[in-house]
């Protein structure tokens, strides 16, 4: 009777180890890796001797980045004016973007000047010596019609932006396997296509060849050598914009305000002469606008798909090619006179 007893309770155990093994054999595709097996434990890494000099840190890399380039750096080149003083900041200006001891310049908020004035003419010498020799017109067609073309490998898309920091390394980045790149252009730089091919100019050391509505290609040179390009830190995030004045003021220079009011209301009231899109080409926007400025006294802009800081920006653009929604009186004035000289050469005539 004790024997029976063991063999039952020994007959279920070897039972379950038998169908346990089938199951696992069944289901298991892997046999490296069957299922219900223990997980593996991550092997243990060896500990490295502190002592051993080729861990040792390098003590050049604590030094903070030198850089020879002329100009000062900002966030944007294209789309700040240097002369305009903010009046206040979001963020202290101690933070610099390039990170902390990284750069040897000092940020102050919105730029990085420069340490040591720097002669233009030894800059332009420089420029003039990698770009060597002027191109050919056969040279120009044979860059422009591999580079042009929409699906050209070397290729940064500008945005809002415009001419950033960081842009400028990736410039270089693809001159090193490239002679040009083809740089296409959206948003509110496309309002002055002029002022991006100049600074592109200005902080890369290239050279356009050529600019359709919102293409650009930028040569590097004859004599460019990709192993002694310029320093170029890059910025670690975003710096947030300052403050600045206010754009739009209550009252316009020379109006009072109900005069003003009244302007408003017509200009609010008035058609719009055309509609801008998020991400447009504007290039021509100020030609429009002035063509229109001959008949009418209050341009309206349609910018419901636009941003609210595309349209300060749109704003602040036309307001300095000295076309406000509203022309002014002195053009008034200036066709006065005019008309009057008119009127009187013909008279004496």
Request: proline content about 8%; aromatic content about 8%; some cysteine.
């Amino acid at each position: 009777m004790a024997l029976q007893i063991q063999t039952l309770t020994i007959r279920p155990k070897k039972y379950f180890l038998c169908f346990s093994r089938f199951l696992s054999q069944f289901l298991s595709r892997d046999p490296y890796d069957p299922p219900f097996s223990p997980s593996s434990k991550p092997p243990k890494l060896k500990k490295t001797n502190k002592k051993d000099p080729s861990h040792a840190k390098d003590p050049t890399l604590n030094r903070p980045l030198k850089s020879d380039l002329h100009f000062d750096f900002r966030y944007s080149y294209s789309e700040t004016n240097p002369s305009v003083e903010p009046i206040g900041f979001r963020e202290p200006p101690r933070f610099s973007p390039f990170g902390p001891g990284r750069l040897d310049r000092r940020w102050t908020g919105t730029s990085a000047p420069a340490q040591q004035q720097v002669d233009q003419e030894s800059v332009a010498q420089a420029r003039s010596r990698v770009l060597g020799d002027p191109l050919t017109e056969e040279e120009v067609a044979e860059l422009v019609e591999h580079y042009r073309h929409s699906d050209c490998a070397s290729q940064i898309n500008l945005g809002k932006g415009g001419v950033t920091h960081n842009m400028l390394d990736d410039i270089h980045n693809h001159w090193k396997r490239a002679e040009a790149v083809r740089i296409k252009c959206l948003g509110v730089p496309t309002l002055d296509m002029h002022n991006v091919c100049f600074h592109l100019e200005d902080k890369s050391g290239g050279k356009v060849i050529y600019q359709h509505i919102n293409v650009v290609l930028l040569y590097r040179g004859r004599n460019y050598d990709p192993n002694n390009r310029p320093v170029i830190p890059l910025m670690l995030w975003k710096p947030y914009a300052p403050i600045y004045p206010k754009l739009v003021k209550n009252v316009a220079d020379g109006l009072t305000f109900e005069e003003t009011k009244e302007m408003r209301n017509r200009g609010l009231n008035s058609p719009p002469l055309m509609k801008l899109t998020r991400n447009g080409v504007y290039v021509n926007v100020v030609a429009r606008v002035r063509e229109a400025f001959e008949t009418e006294e209050v341009v309206r802009l349609d910018c419901t798909h636009v941003g609210t800081s595309d349209c300060k920006k749109v704003g602040l653009r036309l307001k300095d090619e000295q076309i406000i929604l509203w022309r002014g009186k002195r053009e008034q004035e200036q066709e006065s006179n005019l008309l009057k000289e008119d009127t009187s050469a013909k008279m004496l005539g």
